[in-house]
């Protein structure tokens, strides 16, 4: 497939749960980034990742762990999560990250219910 | 600090009808805006972009400075129009983010 995929596409888990979700892109992009998508809110950005290195992280908190081992691949390690977790989670890369004007091209999401 | 905002959450009107899309930011460089689109059970994608200066699906934005406004605008509105519209502004300062406005979702009644 090409562009950018997520998996699993919905969620569901309890709070005690650990769950992971996960982004590929197929674009031989260098940065990736995570964002949250709520009912009532703009689109967030948490976390973003330059040539495998966190580049920014927009206060997000702990319970929320980002992993990426490789310019392609973008974890979102999740434990102890809130209902009001409960949302979409979008990935999205782009060519390079700083450069200014980067287009970003976005997964399809993870739908995450948080119960 | 950067923010987007579309006063408008919902906008409906009729086929072949003009349609805007209001969108106003504050930044205090020199910013960098998008339109993106979301279809229905598709994934958000770029419509257009300031600099390139095209017209997407007939769609034009024009960035004007003085109101800090970026409004997208389509002289007669087609039902495939029917989306989710956000407008985002590339902060550059410091390190690229993307700002997301609200969203409006645009429904074309036929």
């Known amino acids: 497939e090409t562009g950018v995929t997520q998996t699993p596409r919905h969620l569901v888990m309890g709070m005690t749960n650990k769950k992971s979700l996960k982004c590929e892109q197929h674009?031989?992009?260098?940065?990736m980034y995570w964002y949250k998508q709520s009912a009532k809110k703009p689109l967030e950005l948490m976390f973003v990742?330059?040539?495998?290195?966190?580049?920014e992280n927009n206060s997000v908190p702990s319970r929320f762990s980002p992993e990426c081992p490789n310019s392609s691949h973008l974890f979102l390690h999740l434990h102890t999560l809130q209902p009001e977790d409960s949302a979409l989670y979008l990935c999205?890369?782009?060519?390079?990250f700083g450069t200014g004007g980067e287009t970003q091209y976005f997964g399809p999401g993870t739908r995450l219910l948080v119960l | 600090a950067q923010r987007v905002t579309q006063p408008e959450k919902l906008l409906s009107v009729f086929k072949g009808a003009p349609v805007e899309l209001k969108c106003n930011y504050s930044?205090?460089?020199?910013?960098?805006l998008f339109w993106y689109v979301q279809y229905s059970r598709q994934r958000l994608q770029l419509l257009l972009r300031?600099?390139s200066r095209e017209s997407i699906k007939g769609f034009t934005a024009d960035l004007n400075k003085g109101e800090t406004s970026f409004h997208l605008k389509k002289p007669f509105a087609q039902e495939e129009d029917s989306a989710m519209y956000y407008c985002?502004?590339?902060?550059?300062?410091?390190?690229?983010?993307?700002?997301f406005g609200q969203g409006t979702r645009l429904t074309i009644n036929p």
């Open positions: 999205a890369s782009s060519h390079d």
């Open positions: 990742y330059s040539l495998e290195e966190r580049v």
């Open positions: 985002a502004l590339i902060r550059i300062q410091g390190a690229q983010k993307l700002v």
């Open positions: 930044y205090s460089g020199s910013p960098e």
């Open positions: 674009l031989g992009h260098n940065a």
């Open positions: 300031h600099i």
